[in-house]
């Protein structure tokens, strides 16, 4: 949430260096603690004044030292407690005494703002988003901004601190730091009041704001919904796909989006989205009319509108892969699951989630329709496309061949195959957990610089753009495989546990028709002379391609739709 209502607005282009920068937030704790203990006040007062400045910055800027620091249980009150009572050690007389009142004052007014931004993120209407929009409709601009004012280490608040700390050490001397400190205790209440009011003020417009919104998604009279809940900025590769694809289809609907970080990464689109956090939001906007649900990923939130019985809840995913992922047991609490072909049916069944067969509706993938209908010329000079898949969260899912195999298979092709052309995409998921994959993009994105090589994540091109005009496929056991699979061309799919190729292919059915590239690189250059060459792989992978990704005359869009405006004629008869 804290990403979706920041924006990076500090003036200076060093701002989110500093903010970034740890040692920079670490220093002046540190420098503070040695001039309280010499007893020096001067100095220790511009070393508090550095820490709140500091940040304040960090957290304006959203940065991910801030992030971690609070993870850790240091959240910004707590951090500018500390930071008063180390000053206070240096100050003494009256000054130190009024100091501390006036500091109690401030952090107590900020502890109960940041208490009432977590209720107000709790009690918030669900709010209409405009992907790609430069500013926000109201009444989420509002929202936002009132958010946005309450988290991290408000400007009002490090204003506060920095007058009381300033009056602390003027006020044994000086009539002025009373003033100051007297100016501090103001401010922190004037915030706190302020906010407060503008607190009541959204909260008295929100049942107004909720149902003006219904209206106007009632006005597009929808047929179905998506419900968009997933790991930390994940819509960018999961829900962005979908989104052509629900452009295309006659039938309106909308996204109901459960977590504010899925927001902004969202590609434009004509359906509707709507930020609904609270099972009580999404109760509202899942309106009368609505008769069909889809989801895109597995996950706990699912159950908020899985209980409702009056909607037919249908599992799309995002991809379609031998991945443990694609045979999910889960799938068993939907009412059908839409797949790209019968090799994810027969996925299922070798897993032993025995859903009846009219449960399955094949719909191809929609998504690469385009490279289905395309007609390609080699270019000059080839594109090896390199695209290795997420690191996997655990071992089963564990196929990504980036840290273990990348930097070395990127080094073999520029070294020698100087007449290819190489592009180099990674998962969006690579390097959440493990730093290794983090150190071989970079390596990478390193060897690439410069020439005619292209780094696809500094461009505006999208994978179906890639796979479009990719002459040979790198990855790994991957939807990439299945989807590129449309153009008829040549894979080289990586096998980093070094599997016997009769094992390989009996594990990864859908690999058949790729070259198999084992850990070590051996015979690299003549799979991929061969993948350029007369491909005698061929002829199995085009046996393939209806297999995984349908045998369907009209196209997987059209199949789509089909699909779509049958289960949405079940309106009224409560579902399955």
Not at 79 to 91: D, E, N, P, S
Request: net charge neutral; with cysteine; charged share 15%.
């Amino acid at each position: 949430a804290r990403a979706a209502a920041r924006r990076s607005w500090l003036p200076l282009p060093a701002a989110r260096w500093l903010s970034d920068n740890f040692l920079l937030l670490l220093v002046p704790y540190l420098g503070l603690a040695v001039a309280v203990l010499s007893g020096a006040a001067w100095p220790a007062l511009g070393f508090a004044l550095l820490a709140i400045g500091f940040d304040w910055a960090a957290t304006r800027e959203d940065s991910a030292v801030a992030r971690i620091v609070d993870t850790a249980g240091a959240v910004p009150p707590l951090r500018a407690a500390v930071t008063a009572l180390l000053l206070a050690g240096t100050l003494a007389g009256p000054g130190r005494t009024g100091f501390v009142a006036v500091a109690v004052v401030v952090v107590l007014a900020w502890v109960g703002l940041t208490g009432l931004a977590t209720g107000f993120s709790r009690s918030a209407p669900p709010l209409r988003f405009v992907p790609g929009a430069a500013t926000q409709p109201e009444p989420l601009a509002g929202y936002a901004r009132f958010y946005r004012s309450l988290t991290g280490t408000p400007g009002p608040f490090a204003l506060a601190l920095a007058l009381a700390m300033v009056g602390g050490i003027l006020a044994a001397s000086n009539w002025a730091g009373w003033l100051l400190l007297a100016a501090a205790a103001l401010v922190a209440l004037g915030t706190a009041a302020t906010s407060g009011l503008a607190f009541r003020r959204l909260l008295g417009r929100a049942e107004a704001d909720t149902e003006a919104l219904l209206a106007e998604l009632a006005g597009g009279q929808p047929r179905y919904l998506v419900h968009v809940s997933l790991g930390a900025g994940q819509s960018r590769y999961i829900v962005n796909q979908w989104l052509p694809v629900l452009d295309a289809t006659p039938a309106n609907g909308l996204l109901a989006v459960r977590e504010a970080s899925q927001l902004a990464p969202l590609r434009a689109t004509r359906v509707p989205v709507v930020y609904a956090p609270s099972p009580r939001n999404l109760e509202r906007v899942t309106l009368p009319g609505i008769p069909v649900a889809f989801y895109l990923a597995y996950g706990e939130r699912n159950a908020h509108l899985l209980r409702d019985p009056s909607l037919a809840h249908v599992m799309l995913l995002h991809g379609d892969s031998d991945k443990a992922t694609s045979a999910n047991a889960q799938a068993r609490g939907f009412d059908e699951v839409w797949v790209a072909g019968q090799a994810a049916v027969d996925r299922y069944l070798a897993a032993g989630v025995d859903l009846a067969p009219d449960r399955f509706v094949v719909v191809g993938r929609p998504q690469v329709e385009p490279l289905l209908r395309a007609d390609h010329v080699r270019a000059e000079p080839p594109v090896v496309f390199y695209a290795p898949t997420f690191e996997g969260y655990y071992q089963e899912t564990a196929h990504s061949s980036l840290d273990t195999m990348g930097p070395a298979l990127v080094r073999h092709l520029l070294a020698h195959r100087p007449e290819v052309r190489v592009w180099f995409k990674p998962h969006p998921a690579s390097g959440v957990v493990r730093s290794s994959m983090l150190a071989a993009i970079s390596e990478i994105e390193g060897l690439l610089a410069g020439g005619d090589h292209v780094v696809v994540d500094r461009t505006d091109l999208s994978l179906v753009d890639c796979l479009a005009r990719a002459d040979v496929l790198v990855s790994d056991v991957s939807s990439v495989v299945s989807d590129f699979l449309a153009t008829r061309r040549p894979v080289l799919v990586t096998n980093p546990a070094g599997l016997a190729p009769d094992e390989f292919t009996a594990r990864y059915p859908s690999q058949r028709g790729s070259y198999l590239v084992g850990p070590d690189l051996a015979g690299f250059d003549d799979l991929l002379t061969a993948a350029l060459g007369d491909d005698p792989l061929r002829t199995e992978r085009e046996a393939l391609v209806g297999y995984l990704l349908g045998d369907l005359p009209d196209g997987p869009q059209a199949a789509f739709d089909a699909a779509l405006a049958r289960i949405s004629a079940r309106t009224g008869d409560g579902g399955a």
